[in-house]
């Protein structure tokens, strides 16, 4: 297994397009996580899946943005109608809610440049 | 919900000085304290982690301290090398309660040479 993947790795789009990001978690981690960090600050939760259910949603996460995991394995992260104030580093991330161990795995990112 | 305060934004320490890295959370419920290391381009990787039921936790040139009674936890390197250069975040979960981890904003550490 090599880790927590996301696809794109760098995004340029025009405001008001729509965009999806791609994340493929460790294989047999159950939780899956989305964070949005922009520059010079910590990463903010935005929401987390358990297998296939969306548990929890921030505030953060207006109309705007879904996110899906269909089957308990990868999930998407769509942004509707992008705005120029989207632009940031969306991180995926999965952890084993068992165990003991709760440390979360994170894959490189996703950039997004709303021009 | 949980706050994370972190101090100082930016640490620069000679090589092989010590550094150390300071956190308050507000949420007593709070019992799950990880550390990350985010170099540049990379996300975020955990590098050390407490409970609250330990007060201390070491691993080689690292370690934390937690004091829950005044919500405080510090991170603590030694011997720093230059490859301890990074943003370092500290970050609170009320694990078992199914809750996230929220995080600091973050500490630029510059290991000067």
């Known amino acids: 297994d090599t880790g927590v993947s996301q696809d794109p790795r760098h995004k340029i789009t025009k405001r008001g397009q729509n965009v999806t990001f791609r994340c493929d978690p460790i294989?047999?981690?159950?939780?899956l996580y989305w964070y949005r960090q922009t520059l010079g600050q910590g990463p903010e939760f935005l929401t987390y899946?358990?297998?296939?259910?969306?548990?929890?949603k921030s505030r953060l996460l207006s109309d705007r943005f879904s996110a899906e995991r269909p089957k308990g394995s990868f999930s998407t992260l769509e942004i509707q109608r992008t705005e120029q104030g989207d632009s940031a580093m969306y991180l995926c991330?999965?952890?084993?809610?068992?165990?003991?161990?709760?440390?979360?795995?994170f894959g490189s990112g996703t950039r997004l440049t709303v021009v | 919900g949980e706050n994370v305060e972190q101090h100082p934004s930016t640490l620069s320490v000679q090589e092989g000085d010590s550094a150390v890295i300071k956190c308050t959370y507000s949420?007593?419920?709070?019992?799950?304290f990880p550390w990350y290391k985010q170099e540049l381009g990379k996300g975020p990787q955990l590098i050390i982690d407490?409970?609250?039921?330990?007060g201390e936790k070491k691993d080689q040139r690292i370690a934390v301290t937690l004091n829950k009674t005044a919500k405080h936890f510090s991170l603590h390197i030694t011997e720093t090398q230059p490859e301890d250069s990074a943003v370092y975040f500290c970050?609170?979960?009320?694990?078992?309660?199914?809750?996230?981890?929220?995080f600091g904003k973050g500490t630029r550490l510059h290991i000067l040479p």
């Open positions: 991330a999965s952890s084993l809610s068992q165990g003991g161990n709760y440390g979360y795995t």
């Open positions: 970050a609170a979960s009320r694990m078992n309660r199914d809750d996230k981890i929220i």
């Open positions: 294989s047999e981690h159950n939780r």
């Open positions: 899946f358990q297998n296939e259910a969306q548990l929890e």
């Open positions: 949420d007593s419920a709070s019992n799950y």
């Open positions: 407490i409970r609250s039921n330990v």
